[in-house]
């Protein structure tokens, strides 16, 4: 059973950053992309940024230039890095993971909560 680990939400003033960190139990390589959602308050859960096993990247136009996506393969860990934060950021965020041989496979982690307040 593949488990996702998220860690590094919190309460930040508009303006600041933060960085969430999301730990797999197998090899991050073992799967084709990793990436960061995001679920704010009646809203649909939509995808924030993406890194692919091939090092491709993708980033939703409203963080793009803001956060950033990034491993350590070693550690097993991607991380994303979120800067000038806004308050429109505020969201419970969830790291996902999948496979695909030959349907997709999805994991999810259990999601951090980020509030973007002053």
């Known amino acids: 059973q593949v488990q996702l680990v998220e860690s590094g939400g919190g309460l930040v003033q508009p303006g600041g950053s933060l960085r969430l960190s999301c730990v797999t139990s197998?090899?991050?390589?073992?799967?084709?992309?990793m990436g960061w959602y995001r679920q704010a308050p009646g809203k649909q859960r939509e995808l924030v940024a993406r890194?692919?096993?091939?090092?491709?990247?993708y980033y939703d136009g409203s963080v793009k230039d803001r956060f950033t996506i990034s491993r350590d393969n070693a550690k097993n860990t991607v991380y994303l890095q979120m800067n000038s934060l806004k308050s429109e950021d505020t969201a419970v965020y969830y790291c996902?993971?999948?496979?695909?041989?030959?349907?997709?496979?999805?994991?999810w982690g259990q999601g951090t909560q980020v509030t973007v307040s002053s």
């Open positions: 996902n993971a999948y496979r695909v041989d030959p349907s997709r496979h999805d994991f």
């Open positions: 197998e090899s991050i390589l073992s799967f084709m992309a």
């Open positions: 890194l692919s096993r091939g090092n491709f990247t």
